[in-house]
C-alpha cells in the first residue's frame, strides 16, 4: 500500500471517530426509581429512550425515566407546583439556559452535536438545540433529586419490559406513537388502593367493589380502572381488555380512572406490544 493510501485511509478512520463521538450528547439520566446514570443521550425512538454509558447502548422506557440533566446543568432546579401538576398530568418540563421553560412533549432526538431535541405542544412542534437546554423533566422526580417537600413517587416495573402506571399519577407517556385502528395488546398486573379504606382496592378493570368516581376521566366506568389518551384527546376505557383498537393517531398515553390521586398508592405494570393484524 502506498503511503498516500495510508495516510488516506487514517484520516478517514479519524473522522469516523470523530462522527461517531459527536452523534451524542453528555448527560446525567435519573429514572424515576431513583437509579442514575452518567453516559451519553444517544436517541429516543419507539424502543424507547436510548442511553449509552460504561460503553454500552441501554434503552429505557420513557415512563421509567424522570429527568435528563445535560452537562453544565445548576446542580439544582426547583420545580414550581404548576410544573410538578403538569408533569403528574403525563407533560414534560423543558428547563433552558436562559431560565424560560417549556410545558410540551419531549418527542425525538437527531443529528449530532449539538442535538437536535424535538418538542411537542397543543400549538405547534419546534425543534432545539440540545446546548440551549439545561434538563428534560419527563416525570416528577425522586426525592433524592428534589426538595423533600416534594411528594414524589419511586415505583419501580416488577415486571421486565413493563410500564409502570403509578396510582398517583394521572397520565404516564408509554414511549409509543400508535395509528389510527391500530390493534395493541396490554397484558396488565398489579393493583391499587383508591383511598385511605383497606378494602377500597381496584385492578385494571376498576375498583373491585364497582364503585365510580364521578369526577374521573371517565365518570360512567369503574373507578380505578386502566384508561389510555392519545395525545391531549379524549380519555377511553382499557381495563382488563388485551387487545384494544386505536381511536386516534399520536403518542400514547396510560392513566387511573381516579378524581382524587393524593391518597392512592400501588402501581399497574403493563406490557404492551403491537398486533401483527
Known amino acids: 500500500m502506498s503511503k498516500r493510501s495510508i495516510v488516506g485511509l487514517a484520516c478517514a478512520v479519524v473522522l469516523a471517530l470523530t462522527a461517531t463521538a459527536q452523534a451524542q450528547e453528555n448527560a446525567t439520566l435519573t429514572l424515576r426509581s431513583g437509579e ?35 452537562q453544565g446543568a445548576p446542580p439544582e432546579y426547583k420545580l414550581t407546583a404548576n410544573q410538578l401538576k403538569e408533569l403528574r398530568n403525563g ?12 410545558i410540551g412533549h419531549f418527542a425525538d432526538v437527531g443529528e449530532k452535536h449539538p442535538l437536535r ?18 434538563r428534560i423533566f419527563m416525570a416528577v422526580p425522586p426525592a433524592s433529586a428534589q426538595s423533600s417537600t416534594t411528594s414524589t413517587t419511586t415505583a419501580q416495573p416488577t415486571v421486565p ?14 414511549g409509543l406513537t400508535v395509528r389510527r385502528d391500530e390493534v395493541v ?78 391518597d392512592n398508592s400501588g402501581q399497574f405494570n403493563v406490557v404492551i406490544t403491537r398486533s401483527r393484524r
Open 117 to 134: 431535541i424535538t418538542i411537542q405542544t397543543p400549538s405547534a412542534t419546534t425543534n432545539y438545540h440540545s446546548n440551549e437546554i439545561w
Open 161 to 174: 419490559g413493563a410500564i409502570v402506571v403509578p396510582a398517583t399519577q394521572q397520565w404516564v407517556p408509554t
Open 36 to 70: 442514575r446514570f452518567k453516559g451519553q443521550l444517544v436517541d429516543l425512538g419507539g424502543i424507547g429512550l436510548t442511553f449509552r454509558y460504561g460503553g454500552t447502548d441501554r434503552q429505557f422506557p420513557p415512563g421509567q425515566v424522570a429527568v435528563i440533566e445535560f
Open 185 to 262: 395488546i396490554f397484558n396488565t398486573t398489579g393493583e391499587i388502593q383508591l383511598s385511605a379504606d383497606a378494602n377500597d382496592k381496584a385492578q385494571s378493570a376498576g375498583a373491585l367493589s364497582q364503585r365510580k368516581a364521578v369526577g374521573s376521566p371517565l365518570p360512567n366506568d369503574f373507578a380505578g380502572a386502566l384508561i389510555g389518551r392519545i395525545g391531549s384527546g379524549s380519555p377511553f376505557a382499557i381495563g382488563n381488555q388485551t387487545a384494544l383498537p386505536m381511536p386516534a393517531s399520536g403518542p400514547l398515553y396510560l392513566g387511573i380512572n381516579d378524581d382524587s390521586l393524593g
Open 91 to 102: 407533560q414534560h418540563v423543558i428547563v433552558f439556559r436562559d431560565g424560560h421553560t417549556v
